[in-house]
């Protein structure tokens, strides 16, 4: 995030998109509810009717995969209608003419075409959004899991900056983070082309700086993603691969290609708390003791950087994940003679100039920085490009619109959407062992809107079967009018019932992310 | 701000302005007894156990609506008021089901100490049966409409923290009560199941099906869940986690948490299906083995595969520390950039 959560109270209008907010960050939702008992106004743009709506002031809703053509529209009648933060734009941005040029063809009743939003809604909502000051942008995975995720989330960009909403309290553009430490785990380099701070792995002189750090020569090129992990498996290229408390066989699309390619690793190490379908595949298991019984720090969505504290002894002969990994290298013959995580701090804020001034004396004596915290001295940073952004100008894109990779067609009339609800997490691992909320949550389930079911006679709560050109899972049905016709939602937590045995393979070209929320489906009864 | 003095019997009290007499007499160190009053919620002066006498002033103001002001001479207990506030306790417990004060296994009612607090074992007075609801719709915690005493202090929780109002005062008169906009199930309300009411009641009208235990000693840690960042207390008894609250000094949550965060962050911690012990596949089945074994495995059969024939996933669940080692491995030792985890997914 740009900003802190906070800020959400501080913003006159916050724009919801591609976040079911109150199941996936319910305690963001519940800021967001109350800035709105408040006076602040939430526009939802949305394929699906969330809960969030109830409290809104204006609810669109866009065809599934159709982001850039409404954030489009929206930015062409701000422009056309002299609602751009001119100042802004000149002062502190490059591209917007070139942008500009390209927002002209997206006029609302075009607009209006692709997305299903009404032209005059559009219109107002454009009003609605530039004419606060300030206004706020949130959004979560769909904006993201679409072959357009990487233009999705520029175009967001563009129209804050338009609007001169990036770099002042109450603005910006926010993603949510799904899971604890996404963020954290992205500051540190668990990404092929970063190290820790994002400093690029092409970098000559960043090369150096961690081969002098470590003490080894580094590999100057940028690695492989995930999702480029399990097809190199099958075209011979990775032999091993070494999975560290995650369950791809749940969280990726294609479950099939997944195991497939999993099986066919020379050597699979999986490190986990429970033996999960990924697990279960591995030649070699190592327990890791879970977050309570060791100590650590996480990063949440708006970096803000917070102790997990030891509460109990591993369990077992479990071992903390980062003791694993020091006495495998120190096997392997690179040691790592870490004697706390403190130390590894140490190392880290060395080495990331964004955590340079984190240290566990800070984290216990009660405070959480949000980074960039360069110094010791320095209180951290909660508002990210105030008076300049890092890069120096604010770029605009000139981004088009592209349809998703699989649209429905006659065989397969329905799009799929997949996601979360509030009472499970991710694949399930850790939230399906809780009694309480698997009373709540017990089972998958396919919303359908209730026309689409009936003209299938599917009964409320009837079971049936989902199919796309990947794969097939049986579930039941649950009416609901938070689907548009034409849509269908399934969560994505149940192995029993998994939606990514359905869902697309197709990735975004930049950021390799999948579209996982839209492809083209179809229901049978059975 | 600008600063207020008053005197809260005889002693002379700062406080901010807009502070209450309540505010003050805590700062003063007084204690007064209170029911309806909850820090995290705005005042509502519902249940008057916390009246004083404030020279000047007509009656019995509560204490807890009652503005300082400046020069005030506030008296919190004589003969007068703690009559009054006995009164008001047994009128609640008179409208109160019988079995309460003399139930266990709900040590942590606040009703009940209150009235052990100001010595108050019967009520004396003729029984009002009540006909309250009993909700058993949610698997999480029941509402037993008969021991609620209409402090409002879960329809406020509900509507000042979360922003939601699932819940507000429905009927009128004695037959009051809180229940949902149609007065139906709370499973079928826009109630999202968190239990912040439930935290936030003083009675057992609201209640967890399984309460959890007192716990020895408490470890912030955060939630597990999402990108939120919600602090929470860990509750450490005979070496388990059994119990997991919000950190009322979270920057975050404030103590607030939802429901994963109340009712799944330690439930899998001492599940009997965690792996507790290495596994090496032998023979096509996986099989216990130590860690000597297993590392000194993993550790020969990477050898070979050092450079892009090896690809790391680490994990956007586990530590900052656990991903800047498990990159550092991937890079340093394997020598390749291929370590990735799923923050796309
Ligand atoms: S459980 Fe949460 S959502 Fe439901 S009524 Fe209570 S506070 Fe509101
Ligand atoms: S249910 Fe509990 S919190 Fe709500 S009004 Fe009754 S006693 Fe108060
Ligand atoms: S308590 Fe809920 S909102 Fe907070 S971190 Fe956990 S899952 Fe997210
Ligand atoms: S605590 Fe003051 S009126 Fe209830």
């Known amino acids: ?61 866009p065809r599934p995969g159709t982001d850039v053509a409404w954030i489009n529209g929206l930015m062409h009648v701000i422009v056309k209608e002299g609602l751009a933060d001119s100042e802004y734009i000149a002062s502190r941005t490059e591209g917007f003419d070139e942008m500009a040029e390209m927002l002209k063809k997206f006029d609302p009743d075009t607009v209006a075409k692709i997305t299903g939003i009404a032209a005059d ?39 804050a900056m338009l609007t001169g909403n990036v770099g002042v309290v109450g603005g910006g553009v926010n993603p949510l983070r799904g899971q604890n430490n996404v963020q954290g785990a992205c500051d540190l380099g668990a990404l092929p082309n970063v190290y820790p701070g994002y400093q690029k792995v092409t970098d000559a002189t960043v090369q150096k700086k961690f081969e002098q750090a470590w003490g080894v020569d580094l590999p100057a090129h940028v690695g492989l993603t995930v999702t480029e992990v399990l097809p190199g498996i099958l075209a011979g290229k990775v032999k091993a691969l070494y999975i560290m408390g995650e369950n791809p066989m749940l969280s990726d699309p294609d479950t099939a290609h997944v195991e497939k390619a999993l099986r066919a690793a020379d050597l699979l190490v999986v ?25 650590g720090t996480v990063t949440n969505t708006e970096r803000r950087v917070q102790r997990t504290g030891k509460a109990i002894e591993p369990l077992g002969d479990s071992r903390a994940d980062w003791e694993i990994i020091c006495d495998l290298s120190t096997r392997m013959g690179y040691e790592m003679n870490y004697a706390s995580v403190n130390e590894i701090m140490i190392e880290i804020a060395q080495v990331t100039p964004q955590y340079g001034g984190i240290s566990y004396a800070r984290l216990e004596a009660g405070e959480t920085p949000c980074w960039p915290c360069p110094t010791a001295d320095h209180p951290g940073t909660g508002v990210l490009h105030v008076g300049k952004f890092s890069r120096g100008l604010g770029h605009f894109h000139a981004i088009d619109f592209q349809a998703a990779d699989e649209l429905p067609d006659k065989d397969y009339p329905m799009i799929l959407t997949t996601g979360r609800i509030s009472a499970q997490f991710h694949t399930g691992t850790m939230s399906r062992k809780s009694p309480g909320l698997n009373a709540l949550a017990p089972e998958a389930f396919v919303q359908v809107c209730p026309k689409d079911a009936a003209a299938l006679g599917i009964q409320d709560g009837e079971k049936i079967r989902v199919r796309t050109r990947r794969g097939q899972i049986e579930l039941k049905a649950r009416h609901a009018d938070m689907v548009d016709q034409g849509v269908i939602f399934i969560p994505f937590h149940f192995h029993e019932a998994a939606a990514n045995v359905l869902t697309n393979t197709a990735l975004d070209p930049i950021a390799k992310i999948p579209e996982l929320k839209v492809c083209a489906a179809k229901m049978e009864r059975l | 701000m600008a600063e207020l003095s008053l005197t809260i019997d005889g002693q002379q009290v700062a406080v ?162 809180v229940g949902t906009f149609m007065g139906g199930d709370i499973a079928q309300s826009t109630c999202e199941s968190c239990g912040e009411c439930v935290v936030h009641c003083p009675t057992g009208a609201l209640a967890f099906r399984e309460p959890p235990p007192e716990p020895e000693k408490e470890v912030a840690s955060v939630c597990q869940y999402c990108g939120t960042g919600c602090s929470i207390l860990m509750g450490v008894r005979g070496g388990k986690v059994v119990r997991a609250r919000g950190n009322p000094e979270g920057p975050v949550n404030r103590g607030n948490l939802c429901v994963k965060g109340r009712f799944g962050a330690i439930e899998y911690v001492h599940h009997p299906e965690r792996l507790t012990t290495p596994l090496i596949r032998r023979e096509g089945e996986l099989q216990e083995a130590s860690w000597d074994e297993a590392l000194d495995l993993v550790a020969e059969k990477l050898a070979p595969h050092k450079g892009d024939a090896f690809a790391s996933f680490s994990s956007a669940k586990v530590a900052n520390e656990d991903n800047y080692l498990m990159q550092k491995f991937t890079r340093a030792v394997m020598g390749t950039n291929s370590v990735d985890h799923c923050a796309r997914l």
């Open chain 2, 16 to 177: 901010a302005e807009g502070a209450t007499i309540l505010d003050a007499a805590r700062a003063a160190g007084v204690a007064i007894p209170t029911l309806c009053h909850d820090p995290d919620l705005e005042p509502y002066g519902g249940c008057r156990l916390c009246i004083v006498k404030v020279e000047g002033m007509r009656g019995m103001p509560p204490s807890c609506i009652t503005k300082a002001a400046d020069g005030m001479c506030v008296t919190t207990a004589d003969e007068e008021i703690v009559a009054a506030r006995r009164t008001v306790m047994r009128l609640l417990l008179a409208d109160h089901p019988n079995d309460c004060l003399s139930r266990r296994g709900n040590l942590d009612c606040e009703l009940q100490r209150l009235a052990k607090d100001m010595g108050v074992r019967e009520h004396g007075l003729i029984p009002l049966t009540r006909e309250g609801s009993i909700d058993q719709s949610n698997p999480v915690f029941v509402r037993d409409m008969n021991r609620c005493v209409l402090c409002a202090r879960c329809v406020g929780a509900c509507e000042q923290i979360l922003g939601l109002g699932a819940i507000h005062f429905i009927r009128r008169g004695h037959a009051t009560e």
């Open chain 1, 271 to 295: 490190q986990d708390i429970f033996l999960t379908e990924t697990a279960k595949l591995a030649d070699v298991v190592l327990p890791a003791a879970s977050y309570v019984e060791r100590d």
């Open chain 1, 121 to 159: 809604d559009l219109v107002a909502a454009a009003r609605l959004f530039a004419g606060a000051k300030p206004a706020s942008i949130a959004y979560a995975m769909g904006i993201t899991q679409h072959i357009t995720g990487t233009d999705n989330v520029k175009s967001l960009a563009n129209l």
């Open chain 1, 1 to 61: 995030m740009t900003n802190p959560i906070a800020d959400f109270s501080e913003s006159e209008v916050i724009l919801i998109t591609g976040s079911n907010t109150t199941e996936a960050h319910p305690i963001i939702a519940n800021r967001m509810r109350r800035a709105a008992r408040a006076g602040t106004k939430l526009l939802v743009i949305e394929p699906r009717a969330i809960p969030l709506v109830d409290q809104a002031s204006m609810f669109l809703r």
